[in-house]
């Protein structure tokens, strides 16, 4: 997520735009002398959507994220991730409050779609 400055600093990538060395070329892109024309950007790979949905819906519902627990694309290219959050924390952690969050996110790794699930205590089985 983070990538490194030449000074060894860490920085954090503008949003959307690909890390560095990401590109197949190494060279960047800049359109080929037309005006217009774009390069055409690499698909989004299932890792990098389950890592952009997870920082997403952290920063939107600030609650923990515990682990992305299934994801799938779908028709419309985008992806379907399957994200376990823990609602609220209690002592002993066996009593935590979780839910299974829904979150979409298209080709450009933007969120477009989040929902919750119903309520679960940890350790739980289906939701028992």
Do not use: C
């Not at 070329?25 to 005006?35: D, I, Q, V, W, Y």
């Not at 028709?75 to 409050?97: C, L, M, Q, R, Y």
């Not at 299974?100 to 450009?108: G, L, M, Q, R």
Request: charged share 25%; aromatic share 4%.
């Amino acid at each position: 997520m983070a990538s490194r400055s030449d000074e060894g600093t860490p920085r954090r990538a503008p949003e959307g735009s690909p890390s560095k060395g990401s590109q197949s070329n190494g060279s960047p892109s800049k359109g080929s002398g037309s005006t217009g024309s774009r390069a055409r950007r690499p698909e989004l790979s299932s890792i990098r959507a389950a890592q952009r949905a997870v920082v997403q819906l952290h920063e939107l519902t600030t609650r923990d994220i515990e682990a992305v627990v299934g994801m799938s694309k779908t028709d419309s290219g985008n992806w379907k991730v399957i994200v376990e959050v823990v609602e609220a924390h209690h002592f002993p952690d066996t009593s935590d409050v979780m839910a299974e969050y829904s979150v979409d996110v298209n080709a450009k790794g933007e969120l477009v779609g989040y929902s919750r699930g119903e309520r679960y205590l940890r350790g739980r089985p289906g939701g028992q």
